[in-house]
């Protein structure tokens, strides 16, 4: 039986972008959803966000994000712990940090990138770092972090992508997502990634993160919704 899956990550409270993407999603009649984490934290929007992902995500791994605005882990982010409220914290907590299938014959590992890897798994990482993440058995490892879309083949192992950012996209300033597509009983019928990108209405999330005052370091989130281009590399000790 062929089914399409959509891979998406990094929503990170920017709703007009989840809202473009929900059209998306809707326009070509996928309904499976696996998110690779950090729905919340940057934007300004994260109670929405995170509520959307759980409504439509079957699977939700827990993001660098996800992992420390759920245990509280930098003073500056009362305004996230203050939207969320209790009961979203809590479920930030309990998300698991990865996830597997098989689809077409192959075994697939997914995970957001931080907190499983210790530092953040750049596209130009050398291959001796990126084989332990195929063990024992994977033949294809999908990931987010860095919010730019990319695939590569990692010597015999087998393929490493990367979903892009739907909320906070870098290089390419559009909502980006990946879509799988396979075979659940085939073992020797294709497997397809590719990646989409859409436009969304960055105007009007950059309004909502110029208006919400208490946003912790939404001057920067703006920068980053406006130009692609990363704006926290100066800040020390933050996600």
């Known amino acids: 039986m062929i089914r399409e899956i959509a891979l998406v990550a990094d929503l990170h409270g920017n709703v007009p972008a989840t809202e473009a993407l929900e059209k998306d999603l809707l326009r070509r009649g ?6 690779l984490g950090d729905i919340v934290g940057k934007g ?5 966000t995170f509520d959307w ?14 992992y420390g605005v759920g245990e509280k882990l930098f003073p500056n982010d009362q305004f996230y712990y203050d ?7 809590h479920r930030l907590r309990e998300f698991p940090r990865e996830f597997s299938f098989s689809l077409s014959g192959r075994k697939v590992r997914l995970i957001h ?3 499983v890897m210790k ?17 024992p058995d994977y033949q294809v490892v ?3 972090d860095v919010h730019r879309q990319g695939m590569r083949m990692v010597e015999t192992q087998g393929i490493l992508f990367n979903t892009g950012a739907v909320g906070n996209p870098l290089g390419v300033t559009m909502v980006q ?3 799988m597509r396979g075979d659940d009983t085939d073992s020797q019928a294709a497997l397809d990634i590719s990646f989409v990108t859409l436009p969304y209405d960055r105007e009007a999330a950059i309004r909502d993160t110029e208006a919400a005052a208490l946003l912790p370091n939404g001057e920067l989130f703006s920068t980053e919704l406006k130009n692609g281009i990363y704006a926290r590399a100066h800040l020390k000790g933050k996600k």
Not at 83 to 89: A, K, N, S, Y
């Open 30 to 35: 996928i309904d499976t959803i696996y998110c």
């Open 44 to 48: 300004p929007r994260s109670a929405e």
């Open 53 to 66: 992902a759980v409504a439509h995500c079957q699977v939700i791994v827990q993001g660098n994000w996800d």
């Open 83 to 89: 939207q969320l409220g209790p009961e979203r914290m």
């Open 113 to 115: 990138g931080r907190p």
């Open 119 to 135: 530092s953040l798994l750049t596209p130009s990482a050398s291959s001796d770092c990126l084989l332990p993440l195929f063990e």
């Open 142 to 144: 999908g990931y987010a």
């Open 177 to 179: 997502y990946a879509i």
